[in-house]
């Protein structure tokens, strides 16, 4: 009596005949036939796949859907599969720098592992639970949940938040360390990943598993409308491709443009990247929302658009940042030995881009400033045994206002930024912010009460003192430190960021509805 082979020995068989056949059949139409090698790719990437959906629809999986709808889903399949593959062979062997043999074996051994699930759960597997078709189903796609305690994220949790009793929310993000509780109302799809990156550079890209790969691609299916944060994300951009496979409406909102960084393979790739996606996706998505002036007009003017992206600016917590009364002040001060001294406040990731070997600068020239560095990163302030600097971990919401209200300026030289939470947030505090133009930027209304120097200037760190000292030398800080939580009050608000989600969401799945009527007999 025979033993059975198992499901995944077959499949693997499968593709063992597929490559073999793959050479054989190019070598003849090129080598032979003389045909043109693009030509012969095509022909022989249909042909194969063919033969090899034969076998697995036959031999390994079985199927009672229909040939002609498996057969489509097949060749979406093994189309997402190569994208990944060029993606994550980029990745190994640029990014990381890994050999591209080694890296070739890596990448090999995940796809087949996510195509077998692939075509097990997607390809020949059941048809999906009816009881998925109803309602205002939006997926929520973003790179982390905000216990990641990113702008990004903080930005997609505050709106689903106000959108979760209109809409049937599923939120897709990587799984963090720590946990997040969302409201009721919405519901957690987390994502195994692999965050190595951040771990070693500080620049967050999760690389989602096979699973994780096969579970979004399932949620998109079942999705009226997918609405992503930023497009630069590798389970961002997997959802974007299938948004498009399967029809859905696409909405996106974009954060950041490309990073300057100083690594130039880094920098060249960020741009391609953020080209590249911009170009394919964002003119044909339902809607495109910037969080910042200047990146929209940057995009804007590098792309062919059908209609204008929308500048929705971000909002705050108003229960919970808000100028301090002078009791709660002075009481943070006296913590930092503040009392009769300056105090300078940094917010934001530990790494290369926000500036910190500017403050680290500005911390030795000003022994006798007070200055609190809040955030996480690779970079370790407390490596610089600077007596006058103190490193806050872990600090958000409540604190984290406590902090702002406290200080007497928040001191910003990032780059890159769209526009970020913490000079919101400061501003509602009454806190002056100090960024780079570049930042200032991003909202042109709030340039006008922003303090701004040049983060590239050859005498950075000259003119950031200075402009510091005048600011603490102004003589009107308390009716200044007025002025600035009423403007942010003013302009700022979720509430208003949610309406005009919550139009653009309603109107993309009013248009999806009304496809699929038209397209029913």
């Not at 796809?111 to 939006?138: E, K, Q, Y």
């Not at 400061?426 to 009460?449: F, I, K, L, N, Q």
Request: glycine letters at 8%; hydrophobic letters at 50%.
């Amino acid at each position: 009596m025979s033993l059975p082979i198992p499901r995944f020995a077959r499949f693997f068989a499968v593709g063992a005949l597929a490559v073999g056949a793959n050479l054989a059949l190019f070598a003849t139409l090129v080598g032979i036939l003389g045909w043109d090698y693009l030509l012969a790719t095509v022909a022989v990437f249909i042909a194969v796949n063919a033969g090899a959906f034969v076998l697995n629809r036959g031999w390994v999986f079985g199927s009672n859907r229909p040939v002609g709808q498996s057969l489509a889903r097949y060749y979406a399949v093994m189309a997402v599969s190569l994208a990944i593959n060029l993606f994550l062979m980029r990745v190994l062997v640029e990014a990381i720098g890994f050999h591209y043999l080694l890296a070739s074996v890596m990448v090999s051994a995940i796809l087949a592992v996510m195509n077998f699930v692939a075509h097990d759960r997607i390809t020949f597997g059941p048809p999906p639970d009816p009881r998925m078709s109803v309602g205002p189903r939006v997926l929520l796609v973003s790179h982390f949940y905000p216990s990641h305690r990113g702008g990004v994220e903080i930005v997609a949790g505050q709106l689903a938040e106000r959108l979760a009793n209109d809409f049937s929310v599923r939120w897709a993000a990587g799984r963090d360390t720590e946990s997040y509780d969302p409201p009721p109302d919405i519901e957690l799809v987390p994502l195994r990943v692999w965050n190595g990156i951040e771990r070693r550079t500080g620049i967050p890209v999760p690389l989602p598993s096979p699973g994780a790969v096969i579970r979004l691609i399932r949620e998109v299916r079942y999705a009226e409308v997918v609405w992503i944060h930023d497009l630069l994300y590798p389970a961002n951009l997997i959802a974007a491709i299938a948004a498009r496979l399967f029809r859905r409406p696409l909405i996106v909102t974009i954060h950041v443009g490309p990073i300057p960084y100083q690594n130039s393979l880094l920098r060249r790739m960020m741009r391609l990247s953020y080209r590249s996606t911009a170009r394919v996706f964002l003119p044909t998505a339902a809607k495109v929302a910037f969080v910042s002036e200047r990146v929209r007009d940057e995009t804007y003017r590098e792309g062919s658009w059908p209609r204008p992206p929308t500048f929705i600016p971000n909002g705050f917590d108003r229960l919970q940042f808000h100028p301090p009364t002078a009791g709660d002040r002075g009481q943070v001060r006296r913590e930092f030995d503040a009392e009769s001294r300056p105090l300078l406040l940094f917010v934001g990731r530990f790494v290369e881009r926000k500036g910190l070997a500017l403050i680290r600068s500005l911390a030795a020239e000003t022994p006798d400033w007070r200055w609190a560095l809040a955030g996480r990163g690779p970079i370790d302030p407390e490596s610089w045994t600077a007596p006058n600097v103190k490193v806050i971990r872990g600090v958000s919401g409540a604190a984290l206002a406590r902090l702002y209200g406290a200080a007497d300026v928040l001191v910003l030289p990032s780059l890159g930024e769209g526009f970020p939470l913490v000079v919101i947030e400061a501003m509602a505090c009454g806190t002056p912010a100090m960024v780079d133009p570049s930042t200032a930027a991003g909202d042109r209304a709030a340039a006008e009460r922003l303090e701004i120097e040049a983060v590239g200037d050859p005498n950075a760190l000259r003119l950031w003192r200075e402009h510091l000292e005048r600011i603490l030398a102004r003589p009107d800080q308390a009716a200044h430190r007025r002025d600035l939580g009423e403007f942010a009050l003013m302009h700022w608000s979720w509430d208003r960021a949610a309406d005009a989600y919550r139009a653009a969401l309603g109107a993309a799945i009013q248009s999806r509805r009304a496809e699929i009527s038209e397209s029913q007999p």
